[in-house]
């Protein structure tokens, strides 16, 4: 690593304050930020630690609308264990911020860490090669390379994908995240937080330089919602999702009454499908629909040269999540 | 490398208002003084200055770099070597350390960050040949081989412990899912961690 300055705030206006100077990178774990320091693909000047903020920015509380705030800080481990957490709703996130990493990833990994964190393609991480992403280098080299773990739909110029596993769930619970920069408070559609279209130079998400995430909200979930996760990986721990997909709905009568759809690892953002989804409505679950709703789910995606194993296994990961969400 | 004077009590004034308060005694030792008017958050480094670090239950100075892991300043600063570098990028759990009884990848932890922690190491699991009960258990169920991983498996099982009083099969499994063994002894550390939960080793 280069040597940084490392800033210690004591309030969040601190915190602010050091955030908005130039060439400086915000941490909270800094998982993922220490090794990509280690591998000189960030080399800032100064890093702002949010540890320190555990009051502000750490914790899960339910809130007077019956919605749950999750700060920003809140560990992985503590979505997995929090109580407000248990119910069906919300099964899909807690089995993907359970699925993550390993225990020491996740006893310090942070949520907002997770759904900001860099993609995980092997050239776009190693300093060794100079490929489109961030204006290294002409081209995308994974997009004629080594391309197994790469996009199969929604990309433009660059094939990575969004490495997040709680960013899907979080899309289908509708939730909402807050940020801070300067005198403003920002709280947004979990949607706006990546980008619509996601070219080489546009970073993982669309916070601005300096800008820090301080909450995620998830409105009141009706009782009779569900909310389920399945991925496939090539390693039961330690290893990143192949294919993802996280799922809710809402059933009265027997019938799907409301759903989406959000798949993860196949594309450079979490991809909605609502088209999918809207398939489900009304219906009552069947074997016969998951099938046909998978396809859907899949419908346009075009696999590169080493990935074309992701559409099946894909397809059976949409399925496993619906028939976990309709059991 | 500079070394910034030594204001000590400074770091009093932001343990109040942190999460960290109540382990006032821990400090780091602040490059600058905060000035009056706007605030200016404390910052460290980039060259070496001096920490307060708990381990095993004893306060050690050691002087670091912003920069410095927590595992590098283990092992090269404080000459506790149990703890392993591997991988380095926490992939395979050799460096785990326990950071409030949490296992913890000390490997990308920057040491600054457990300014205010209790760390637990290998090392204070063994006093001379009076070692704890699962160590005991792991070299009596013959659960290692190569034993480069062992550190770090042993903490971790010692995590597990903690937690789950008689882990089953499945708990073990999910608590070790952190640490990779490259001769397989996975079976053996899980017999070590079942002998020790029902007693043995004492």
Redesign the interface.
Known sequence: MKPFSYVVPKSLDEAKAAAAQPNTLIKGAGLDIVDRMKERLQTPATIVNLLPLKDELKGITVEADGGIRIGALTTLTEIENHEALQGAQFEGLVGAARTTGTPQVRNRGTIAGNILQFTRCWYVRSEAFHCLHGGRGPTCLAMTGQNRYHAVMGWSDCVRVHPSNLAPPLLTLDAEYTTVIGKETRRRKFAELFPEEPRAENPEHTLDDGEIVTAIHIPQQSKNARCTYAESREKQSFDWATTACAIRIVMAGGKITEASMVLGAVAPVPMPRPQAAAMLIGKEPSTKLFRRVAEKAFQGAAPLAHNAFKLPIGKAVVRDALEQATR | MSHPPDHGVSRRS?LK????AGIATTG?TAATKAAAG??????????EHEITLSVNGAKKRVKV???T?LLDALRDRMDMTGAKKIC????C?GC?VL?DG????SC???A??AVGTELRTIEGLSNGDNAHPLVKNFVTCDALQCGFCTPGMVM?SL?CLEKRGKPTPEQMR??L????CRCGTYGRVMEAIDKTANGGGK
């Open positions: 932001f208002g942190s999460a960290v780091i706007p605030p200016v958050p404390e910052s460290f480094g980039p060259g770099e912003t920069r892991t380095d990028r926490g992939a759990g785990t950071v949490m296992p913890t990848n990308l932890t920057l600054m960050d971790s995590a999910q608590d899912s952190g640490n990779l």
